[in-house]
């Protein structure tokens, strides 16, 4: 058992009903020249969630936690891309369009996988999602009840869309979901503020908000807390 201070309150978690999931850190939105940056965006706001990513993977790993990865991409051929989504934006830009670092968001190129610094390790599950939730059309659900898993530590990119969808999913599937803020990041700073406020707000409508500091701590061997 753990406490995990956060908003609206602090939760109580059964570490080994926990698992970590980290949402879409890949190349392609993080990484300078990537397909994020080729957008236009200033991939920096996002490469400011690293660091709080990885002391809470690090916490997670050293607690034995289940640990979660999500891409999201494509198949080569895009059936598993609606029309929908493929077609919004300029050509050049699109799904399956070659980019930078690989056709852009299709499984299997460089662009489209995660970044070293968080790169999943053996026993660890990377889920590769279609969509923007990383319960839609993936065996997440599956996989979580398996391992008899009823409360998410969420993190990743980007704020509002990927890990909004998925904290959205999660809530709706009964499980208790705690946003890592910091390990959070937009390319929009003022929806990365307000999604996180979204979550937390009228006594958490979405579930818990707290940061990689908090969760580290509380994942910490006891005496390590007590020796600092
Ligand atoms: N992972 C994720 O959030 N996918 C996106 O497309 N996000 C944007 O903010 N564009």
């Excluded at 940056?37 to 916490?59: F, R």
């Excluded at 059936?79 to 989504?85: N, R």
């Excluded at 993936?138 to 990119?157: A, E, M, P, R, S």
């Excluded at 959070?184 to 579930?207: D, N, T, W």
Aim: aromatic share 4%; net charge negative; glycine share 12%.
């Amino acid at each position: 058992m753990a406490v995990i201070e956060a908003e609206p309150g602090a939760i109580r978690i059964d570490v080994g009903r926990t698992a970590l999931v980290i949402i879409d850190m890949q190349r392609d939105f993080l990484e300078p020249g990537g397909f994020g940056e080729t957008l236009g965006n200033d991939v920096s706001l996002l490469a400011k969630a690293i660091g709080p990513c990885k002391a809470v993977l690090s916490a997670a790993r050293a607690a034995g936690m289940l640990v979660i990865h999500t891409r999201e991409g494509h198949r080569p051929d895009l059936s598993d891309a609606p029309p929908a989504k493929v077609n919004r934006g300029s050509p050049s830009h699109r799904i399956g369009a070659p980019g930078p670092m690989g056709r852009i968001l299709i499984r299997g190129e460089p662009g489209q996988d995660i970044i070293p610094e968080l790169y999943p390790i053996a026993g660890e599950v990377v889920i590769d999602k279609p969509g923007k939730g990383a319960f839609y059309a993936t065996d997440l659900g599956l996989v979580l009840q398996n391992k008899d898993i009823d409360t998410l530590l969420v993190c990743g990119v980007t704020t509002e869309v990927c890990v909004h969808t998925t904290v959205r999913e999660g809530n709706d599937r009964g499980f208790r979901c705690v946003v890592v803020g910091d390990a959070c990041g937009s390319y929009f700073p003022e929806f990365h503020e307000v999604g996180l406020r979204m979550v937390k707000a009228q006594g958490g409508i979405f579930g818990w908000v707290s940061d990689s500091a908090k969760v580290a701590g509380a994942l910490a061997p006891a005496d390590a807390v007590a020796a600092e």
